[in-house]
């Protein structure tokens, strides 16, 4: 069985090197073979750009070499996929080459697109690239006090990051010394400062207890650098020195153009995993368009359904696990404190109050994700 | 040609299903309707709410087995 795996973040990567150690003997005796293909060589660990803009973490520590992660009887190219003939059981990469399947998984990612709200792009620091988090915590650096406020776009990766970018900034702030010359104001899309309740039960005293100010119904329509405001859907408006950004992000292009989703999400059984009409096309991480979030332990939770499920298609014909809609959410309540949420499709979170234990356990999570990428943990 | 477009938030505790249908409405057209499906009681509230805000319109809601089901059609 031919295995095509498109796209090495967390997703695919996972998936494959679990798949490769689950038909280790298949792959030696050529009854299976499993093929990555990749925007890049590098793979980046994205939760720790949130690290980047606020100093607290370097480029360098955010990479690794792709085929450094992955298991040696993964064969790997760096050849973006352009088209997707889904009919004929094959795709065509930007080298012109194409490369036909048996099974195919799309972990293509999503991108953030602050371009969407006339505005935004321009006035706005956001952290979901390298640049952009250099270029933000430079501005932080450069800042000296004033009104900051966050923004919030619909959907977007990393549900905790609101929270996450709101507490470290309060504690940064602190630090410097300019906490009293400085006014946060929170925004958030719907009627609660989180979208998860029981997160938002814990969120809105924090604030409160801070002098965090907070907005609720708050979605983005537009920014007004002149006058440095932002405008909401709702019909309100709030002012900045400084505003952060939360963009709204999309699918990527190539899903896009080939059809294949709207606004680049492709619509994905959610226990299977397979794209819907197609048994034989799956889909993992921030690409599907399931009601869950866009997070890397998403990614990693599917990964390992879909490997588990591919693996036993290989050796028996058929698969065996639903997945559960399982995520795992570190929140980080502040440069020192932390909680964490878990939850399914069918049990709501139960977050504890933050403590020290909870922070340096995702400091040490954010060194072994390298491991976790291996599929060792 | 108006179309009604199904938002399955069944299950969705984050993002929820007022965030899924903010997402679906930047895809749909002026006129469609969305459809909701919540497990959650608590959207038969928040979604109209929402909608009444930023004037769009709540055509209805039922609720079915467990399921509520919000029907609104987007106007601007």
């Known amino acids: ?377 | 040609m108006t179309t009604r477009k199904l938002v399955d938030a069944r299950g969705s505790f984050c993002p929820g299903p007022l965030m899924e249908l903010i997402a679906a409405m930047k895809a749909a057209q002026i006129g469609d309707e969305l459809e909701v499906l919540s497990t959650d009681k608590g959207s038969a509230n928040e979604i109209p709410e929402w909608i009444h805000k930023v004037k769009h319109e709540h055509l209805g809601t039922k609720e079915e087995n467990g399921v509520w089901h919000v029907v609104v059609r987007k106007a601007k």
Not at chain 1, 191 to 214: C, D, F, Q
Not at chain 1, 230 to 245: C, K, P, Y
Not at chain 1, 323 to 332: L, Q, R
């Open chain 1, 1 to 377: 069985m031919r295995i095509l795996v498109v796209g090495g973040g967390m997703g695919g990567t996972i998936l494959a090197n679990n798949l490769a150690r689950r038909l280790a003997g298949e792959l030696r005796s050529g009854k299976a073979r499993i093929t990555m293909l990749s925007a890049s060589d590098k793979h980046m660990y994205q939760p720790g750009l949130l690290y980047l803009a606020i100093g607290r973490a370097t480029p360098d520590e955010l990479y690794r070499d792709q085929r450094s992660l992955l298991e040696p009887g993964i064969e790997f190219h760096v050849d973006p996929v352009e088209q997707f003939q889904l009919d004929k059981n094959q795709v065509t990469a930007k080298s012109g080459k194409t490369y036909a399947y048996d099974v195919i998984v799309i972990a293509t990612g999503s991108r953030p697109v602050a371009e969407e709200i006339p505005g935004l792009a321009q006035n706005a620091e956001q952290f979901y690239t390298e640049e952009s988090a250099l270029k933000m915590f430079k501005r932080l650096q450069q800042f000296q006090g004033g009104r900051v406020v966050i923004a919030v776009g619909v959907p977007h990766k990393c549900p905790m990051a609101p929270l996450e970018i709101t507490f470290m900034l309060y504690d940064y702030f602190k630090d410097r010394g300019i906490l009293d010359k400085t006014k946060i104001h929170y925004t958030y899309p719907i009627g609660r400062t989180h979208s998860l309740e029981n997160v938002a039960k814990w969120a809105t005293p924090e604030m409160e207890r801070l002098g965090i100010t907070y907005e609720t119904l708050f979605n983005m329509k537009e920014v007004d650098g002149a006058k440095k405001v932002v405008r909401s859907e709702e019909g309100s408006e709030a002012a900045f020195d400084l505003l952060i950004t939360i963009p709204a992000h999309r699918g990527m292009e190539v899903i896009e153009k080939n059809g294949l989703g709207q606004r680049g999400f492709i619509p994905t059984h959610r226990h299977r995993l397979n794209m819907e009409g197609r048994d034989n096309v799956f889909v993992v991480g921030d690409t599907t368009n399931l009601p869950i979030s866009k997070a890397g332990s998403t990614a990693h939770f599917e990964a390992e359904a879909l490997a588990e499920n591919i693996a036993a298609m290989v050796k028996m014909g058929t698969p065996v696990r639903d997945y559960d809609g399982k995520v795992f959410c570190f929140i980080e309540a502040g440069k020192d404190r932390a909680t964490y949420a878990m939850f399914n499709y069918q049990n709501p979170p139960d977050p504890k109050a933050p403590t020290r234990a909870v922070h340096w356990f995702k400091m040490a999570y954010n060194k072994l994700y390298w491991a976790s990428a291996r599929g060792l943990l």
